[in-house]
């Protein structure tokens, strides 16, 4: 199972591939973070944007991951257009976010 949703049908093979690679990343977390995006997104991908990607996808599972949360800087190579277009995907809102066991995310310790 991939967990893609999206069919490659329509995608040229350079876009086949990092679809592919998105889903299968080494570990399932990122699996989904790059896979969702991919599904939503790389169609309206421009070529600029499907490079700085790839790049992306070079990097470490666990070094991207942190990037993604915040919990280390981004090194400004990657740092790009894409990594933000991908960290925008799944922001949300503090007011949006669902309570955890009872206790608002926004609530101050």
């Not at 399932?28 to 896979?35: F, K, N, T």
């Not at 169609?43 to 991207?64: G, Q, S």
């Amino acid at each position: 199972m991939t967990g893609t949703s999206r069919s490659s049908i329509d995608l040229d093979i350079r876009r086949r591939k990092a679809l592919f690679r998105s889903w299968h990343r080494g570990t399932r977390e990122m699996d989904l973070v790059l896979g969702r995006f991919a599904d939503a997104e790389i169609d309206k991908l421009d070529e600029t944007e499907m490079d700085d990607f790839e790049v992306l996808m070079e990097a470490i599972d666990r070094d991207l991951f942190q990037w993604l949360t915040g919990e280390v800087e981004v090194p400004a190579d990657y740092d790009t257009g894409i990594f933000r277009r991908i960290k925008a995907f799944y922001d949300i809102p503090v007011e949006d976010r669902p309570d955890v066991n009872g206790v608002s995310r926004d609530a101050k310790p």
